[in-house]
């Protein structure tokens, strides 16, 4: 059988080198014949296909019949929505190609694989909500100490300097420029109230 594999880690600071090395042992222990390895290094499971580079070419290779199997670490490894772990099904099924979680050991060659994979996408979006929910929590303790939360406050010289220039009707791009920033930077202190 001929098995893709699909690594993914969601920072750079994580490897994908226990994936591969449990993914190459089983595929050796069961005779499958690894064709082609995809690896989104330090690309969250939250973020869609257009983001995923490699997860979208595995797909994309999947319907030109490029492999039988792909093969993962984790259902959390291909996403966090149960909407796009479905769809992710529903694409490999319509190509004729298998899914195989080795954490999960799931194979979809089977029924009770496909329905315990479905299973899984639930809580893989039930995880992700708990997640966001911390975050959230996380946020409104620090808002509650007092602490800034986002992105960093346009600093008063740079928002001073963006209005006065905006007085003399210098454009965004010529701001950014006499200031060392980025538009956006401009976009935002000019938002911000006059100083």
Do not use: C
Not at 3 to 14: C, I, P
Not at 92 to 119: C, I
């Amino acid at each position: 059988m001929r098995v893709a594999l699909y690594l993914r880690v969601s920072t750079d600071e994580q490897t994908v080198e226990n994936q591969r090395r449990d993914l190459e042992a089983v595929a050796a222990q069961r005779g499958w014949e690894v064709v082609q390895i995809y690896d989104d290094n330090g690309i969250s499971g939250a973020k869609g296909r257009e983001y995923r580079r490699q997860f979208d070419r595995l797909l994309k290779d999947a319907t030109r019949g490029r492999f039988d199997m792909v093969a993962a670490w984790s259902v959390d490894r291909l996403g966090r929505s149960m909407r796009d772990l479905i769809g992710f099904l529903d694409e490999l099924r319509a190509a004729n190609v298998n899914l195989y979680l080795h954490r999960q050991a799931v194979d979809t060659t089977t029924p009770a694989g496909r329905a315990l994979f479905q299973m899984l996408g639930v809580f893989a979006e039930f995880e992700r909500a708990l997640i966001v929910e911390r975050v959230k929590a996380g946020m409104s303790r620090a808002k509650g100490a007092g602490k800034h939360v986002g992105r960093p406050r346009v600093p008063e010289k740079v928002r001073r300097r963006a209005h006065a220039y905006k007085a003399q009707a210098w454009s965004g791009r010529r701001i950014a420029a006499e200031l060392g920033v980025s538009e956006s930077t401009v976009r935002r202190a000019l938002k911000e109230s006059r100083p």
